[in-house]
């Protein structure tokens, strides 16, 4: 397994503050030379080439001047803002509410025909009913202290999940059986939301997997995650989205979800695991 989700963004930052650094070299200057061109603190350079410092559009826009090569600053910039898309903080992107973000993505569900979803904390998302996704959604909203449109960011969803019932879109979904029963939302919400769950494993596009609780695992139950294709991995922590790009990284999430879905059950044995937490609910 790969050590760190966060290893894909760390890999494209390093090699940005290797080019910077390679560049320098090539103008025959030292750090501290650079960073009195640029008009810098002199370790600013030093802390840039290192990876120490993430250089923002117009640091790399100076190095580029300063080095002589400006008509390579655009290349490097459009890198810098790759490298740090596949990682961004949660609190970042909900800094002006949910919705942008839920319309963001539509394009990137339209276009995938393959998806597997690995889900170990909640719902996965496509799958959520209106009153399941307000409850996720304003306990988020809460939680990160970010605005509240969780009214319109619950329409975007419901928008963005209409994927489902397109059948030229394939579904693979595995979901630790403890997700059936996490409170995210009120028992009726709850209630509905399991309902919603077995009508969508009925369709003909979905396969829906459920990881019984006692299961003997090969794969530690991990991080949520989402696999477009095989092109892009988004992985969800507390705290960030990351979204898995290289090719190496993105097999070995897609080699983690073979073996998670191994081990779950589907067809009637899912079905009673969901009519069990359905009954649960009293």
Known sequence: ????????????????????DQIRRDAGLTGLELASLCGWHKSKSSRIARGLTRPSDSDIRAWCTACGVPEQAADLVAASRTAESMY??????????MQRVHQKNLPLYQRTRKFKVYASNVMPGMT????????????????????????????????????????????????????????????????????????????????????PFRARRTVWPLEAFYAFDERLVAVETLTAEINVTAPSEIRTYLRAFSELAKVAVRGAEARSCIAKARSALG
């Open 128 to 211: 959520q009913t209106g009153p399941y996704a307000t409850g996720l959604l304003r306990s988020i909203t809460t939680f990160q202290g970010t605005p509240d449109d969780v009214d319109q960011a619950v329409k975007a969803r419901l928008d963005r999940s209409r994927v489902l019932s397109d059948a030229s879109h394939q579904f693979a979904l595995v979901l630790e059986e403890a997700v059936l029963y996490y409170g995210v939302c009120d028992d009726e919400a709850l209630t509905g939301q399991l309902d919603h769950l077995l009508e969508v494993a009925s369709r003909p596009n979905v396969s829906v997997g459920i990881i």
């Open 1 to 20: 397994m790969s050590s760190s989700p966060f290893s894909s963004a760390q890999a494209a930052r390093k090699a940005l503050a290797d080019q910077l």
């Open 88 to 97: 961004t903080q949660w609190r970042d992107l909900h800094r002006d509410g």
